[in-house]
């Protein structure tokens, strides 16, 4: 099976523009997570969607929002982008919600905001 | 509430000698407990996980980590690190919330250095 991809993997913006990121999970896999990567502060969540549905949701302004298509692929929006949004993000999939599904990891899109 | 602590965050070791990256959690249930690896640059990479299964969980690339309920460990072992090895580990625990869902909470991580 094909793994977990994201686009674009790099992208430069400038503050006050907005972003979308995309990610296709797994084929069969119906969760997908988000998370923010920095050096200050490591791996946070952001939200999951199973089935379109946004069924966790970590703490994060309401710039940061996202949405799952009928055929699982997800994107991530940011709106009115700071210079702190500088990160690396993750997508993960996994099949369900259970504790025991293990999360497939893609390469990440590198956002920069100058 | 669950939460992960990651001891250390650098450890470095010599090539062909053994690899200790330790890990504790904290939960309200019975987690799930996982260990990813992340190269420069890369997505994370699922080393092992525990699912309440044997206590000690082979991984790839000669890894193992051992669950223990009485020390809330999940210490990540290897007996002889290689130099592609030199990573960024993360230790992570999955458990029910309040709501009924489970939401993987990830450890700081931790760098492993591999000197020749």
């Known amino acids: 099976k094909a793994g977990v991809t994201q686009t674009p993997r790099y992208l430069i913006k400038t503050r006050g523009q907005q972003v979308t990121l995309s990610c296709s999970p797994i084929?069969?896999?119906?969760?997908v997570s988000w998370y923010q990567q920095t050096p200050g502060q490591g791996l946070q969540f952001l939200f999951e969607y199973f089935s379109e549905t946004q069924r966790n949701k970590g703490n994060f302004p309401g710039r940061f929002s996202g949405r799952q298509f009928s055929n699982s692929r997800s994107e991530m929006n940011v709106s009115t982008l700071e210079l702190g949004d500088s990160a690396l993000y993750l997508c993960?999939?996994?099949?369900?919600?259970?504790?025991?599904?293990?999360?497939?990891f893609g390469p990440g899109t590198r956002l920069t905001v100058l | 509430a669950q939460s992960v602590t990651q001891l250390d965050s650098h450890v470095s070791v010599s090539e062909g000698t053994p690899v200790l990256l330790r890990c504790n959690y904290s939960?309200?249930?019975?987690?799930?407990l996982f260990w990813y690896v992340q190269h420069p640059n890369k997505g994370l990479q699922l080393l092992l996980k525990y699912t309440s299964a044997a206590t000690l969980v082979k991984g790839i690339n000669g890894f193992e980590a051992e669950f223990k309920k009485s020390e809330t460990s999940f210490h990540l072992t290897k007996p002889s690190a290689h130099m592609s090895d030199a990573a960024e580990y993360f230790c992570?625990?999955?458990?029910?919330?309040?709501?009924?869902?489970?939401?993987?909470?990830f450890g700081r991580g931790t760098s492993l250095i591999v000197h020749p």
């Open positions: 084929s069969g896999h119906r969760s």
């Open positions: 993960a999939s996994r099949e369900g919600l259970r504790s025991t599904d293990t999360q497939y």
């Open positions: 939960s309200s249930y019975s987690p799930s």
């Open positions: 992570v625990v999955s458990d029910r919330q309040s709501g009924g869902s489970y939401i993987p909470t």
